[in-house]
């Protein structure tokens, strides 16, 4: 049994816009989830004809392991998952135009540095141990007045 739960109980979101299946470790800078793209899977309203998803759908992947780990340590102090936003990033890119069905994505993201509510992460995902796609993402989790804010509607005055 392992000792975490689903991507889906450490995110603020839910089905079908959860990416990613497992996780597979979360330390104090850096966590690994996976997920497998096949048609009876969570990728599986995103898939193509041919059953791949789209290499473009892998910054979300990077960014929800990101969210996994934000996730879990909230857990750790009893926190339900707050919302995170993406920033940017740099030096995004994939090796390949989709990622194959049936292929094991391993995504993988190390904190490289964190304050507040900003932080910058080295992500990468891997198929079969093979580096597949990278990026350095910079993320901001809003505190809940600024989440307030963002999505208030306002009329012009």
């Known amino acids: 049994m392992s000792r975490y739960h689903t991507a889906e109980y450490y995110l603020p979101h839910a089905s079908p816009m959860v990416l990613l299946e497992w996780v597979l470790e979360v330390g104090e800078e850096h966590a690994q989830c996976a997920v497998t793209v096949r048609p009876d899977g969570v990728l599986a309203p995103f898939l193509d004809v041919q059953g791949a998803l789209p290499g473009w759908y892998g910054i979300e992947l990077m960014a929800q392991a990101i969210g996994v780990w934000s996730g879990w340590h909230g857990r750790q102090a009893a926190q339900q998952p707050r919302l995170g936003m993406l920033l940017g990033g740099r030096a995004i890119h994939c090796e390949l135009p989709v990622f194959p069905a049936g292929s094991e994505l391993r995504v ?10 900003l932080a910058s992460f080295e992500c990468e995902i891997s198929i079969d141990n093979v580096r597949v796609a990278q990026g350095r993402l910079n993320t901001y989790q809003p505190d809940k007045q600024e989440i307030i804010q963002l999505t208030t509607l306002r009329g012009n005055a």
């Open 108 to 117: 993988s993201v190390q904190q490289l540095l964190k304050d507040e509510k």
